[in-house]
């Protein structure tokens, strides 16, 4: 987004008689709504490192007698770092791409390379080594344990490691801490709000360190306060921890605060 100038700011402290915190409230509307970059589909990063290459991938799917084309000779890629939003309608493939993407499935044709790393080409277990160590994700539909209160739902992926339980108690305090829900840490997941519990899968998304974030539809159960909330936190997350994140998201005015837009129709980017 856009920086705003320093006349700009003392501009909206004077429109406002000095009051610091409501001028401030109105020039984050500001940014929002003015400065907001239009939605622009671009399947090329910014100049820098490349973290995630789709090169010519289609995904096809037998139905009976039937073949469905899901996705169709997609190439794109993503910076180390970057915000990036996938968009486009219900049906056009957004999921499937996320899916490929994270190593959870394969394309029909075409090569996806994370990290360097070819994944079409990995057996299952490498697969499952890669989305362990680099790859976090967070689901529409929070897949957090009812059973388990919610410090011992975040440090369900650590379990898979051979890290030390006291290192992962102190990750998973620290997390709580990052989302703030420190205070919720006992609580189980009928417990908490919405927002509270998308926050919580975000903090789950991140006990492994992973540097790559896949959200699908991450804020399609909230309202449009909680919602923004956790594109906050997003962006947080990038900003300190240099992680990449990718959204899929039909909302337009979130994906309008990534930094890029791609988008999807009919299978394809357009």
Request: a neutral charge; glycine letters at 6%.
């Amino acid at each position: 987004m856009p920086q705003v100038s320093s006349e700009r700011i003392k501009d909206f402290v004077t429109l406002f008689g000095g009051d610091i915190t409501a001028a401030h409230a109105a020039l984050d509307q500001y940014q929002k709504e003015t400065l907001a970059p239009s939605l622009v589909s671009h399947a090329s990063p910014p100049p820098g490192e490349t973290i995630i290459s789709v090169q010519n991938i289609s995904k096809k799917y037998k139905l009976g007698k039937q073949t469905v084309t899901a996705l169709h000779d997609v190439t794109f890629s993503i910076g180390k770092g970057e915000f990036v939003a996938i968009t486009g309608a219900s049906g056009s493939g957004k999921s499937t791409l996320l899916q490929i993407v994270g190593c959870l499935d394969k394309p029909t044709t075409g090569k996806v390379i994370v990290e360097s790393k070819e994944t079409t080409n990995l057996s299952d277990n490498a697969l499952s080594e890669l989305r362990q160590k680099a790859i976090g994700f967070i689901f529409q539909s929070f897949y957090l344990q009812p059973f388990l209160r919610l410090d011992d739902n975040l440090a369900v992926p650590a379990m898979f490691t051979t890290e030390k339980k006291k290192v992962t108690d102190a990750k998973v305090e620290q997390l709580l801490q990052r989302v703030g829900l420190l205070e919720r840490a006992r609580h189980f997941p009928n417990e908490l709000s919405g927002g509270q519990i998308q926050r919580a899968a975000i903090a789950r998304a991140l006990i492994n360190n992973p540097r790559i974030i896949l959200a699908d539809e991450p804020t399609g159960n909230l309202d449009s306060t909680n919602s923004q909330s956790i594109i906050d936190l997003f962006r947080a997350i990038r900003d300190t921890l240099g992680t990449t994140i990718i959204v899929v998201t039909h909302d337009a005015a979130i994906a309008r605060q990534a930094d890029r837009v791609i988008e999807l129709r009919d299978g394809a980017v357009v």
